[in-house]
């Protein structure tokens, strides 16, 4: 159980660092730098671009823009690469079908409550869904750092520590 928890606390910092490092990479990379140009958080095209609403990236394009800051502050090489987009693109997709079953649970959850008496069954049924997940995320998240920490070097190694232990949660 607790290796369990230990393991959905790395994914989840993680997904934050590479949140952060993406938005952190956007908030300068338009015209003046800073938080006052480009298309940052707060930038003059507001929160989500252009027009107001959202500016269509989709969590494909901010988990690949996300890989290329990490890569570049760990300066990963050319013989390095195709490994991390690898490992990273596995990480992804064993998150995002984390979040998908979890999702898919809502209803049949929703429908445990509704009853005038909590429906047991459906609970377990619910929470071994969860497990099951789990545990397929965990297995994904563990072969993709295994995968990242075997093919950087010392220093690398180092820098992903200090960003890791650096990261603060996203805000709600």
């Known amino acids: 159980m607790s290796s369990c928890l230990i393991v959905g606390l790395c994914a989840f910092a993680l997904v934050s660092m590479a949140r952060a490092a993406f938005w952190r990479h956007r908030a300068f990379a338009g015209s003046g730098g800073g938080y006052g140009g480009g298309c940052g958080p707060r930038g003059r095209r507001g929160r989500w671009g252009r027009w107001g609403g959202r500016s269509g990236l989709g969590s494909e394009q901010v988990a690949r823009a996300a890989s290329e800051v990490i890569k570049r502050k760990l300066g990963v090489d050319d013989?390095?690469?195709?490994?991390?987009?690898?490992?990273?693109?596995?990480?992804?997709?064993?998150?995002?079908?984390?979040?998908?079953?979890?999702?898919?649970?809502?209803?049949?959850?929703?429908?445990?409550?509704?009853?005038?008496?909590?429906?047991?069954?459906?609970?377990?049924?619910?929470?071994?869904?969860?497990?099951?997940?789990?545990?397929?995320?965990?297995?994904?998240?563990?072969?993709?750092?295994?995968?990242?920490?075997?093919?950087?070097?010392?220093?690398?190694?180092?820098?992903?520590?200090?960003?890791?232990?650096?990261?603060?949660?996203p805000t709600p």
Not at 82 to 89: K, Q, R
Not at 111 to 118: H, I, N, T, V
Not at 130 to 145: M, N, Q
């Open 79 to 169: 013989e390095q690469e195709p490994i991390v987009d690898h490992a990273l693109g596995d990480l992804h997709a064993a998150l995002k079908e984390l979040k998908i079953e979890v999702q898919a649970t809502h209803g049949p959850l929703a429908e445990a409550l509704r009853g005038e008496k909590l429906d047991d069954g459906a609970l377990a049924a619910i929470f071994a869904r969860h497990d099951d997940a789990l545990g397929r995320a965990r297995r994904e998240v563990v072969s993709a750092v295994k995968q990242i920490h075997a093919v950087l070097d010392k220093d690398q190694r180092a820098k992903a520590a200090d960003l890791l232990a650096n990261l603060k949660p």
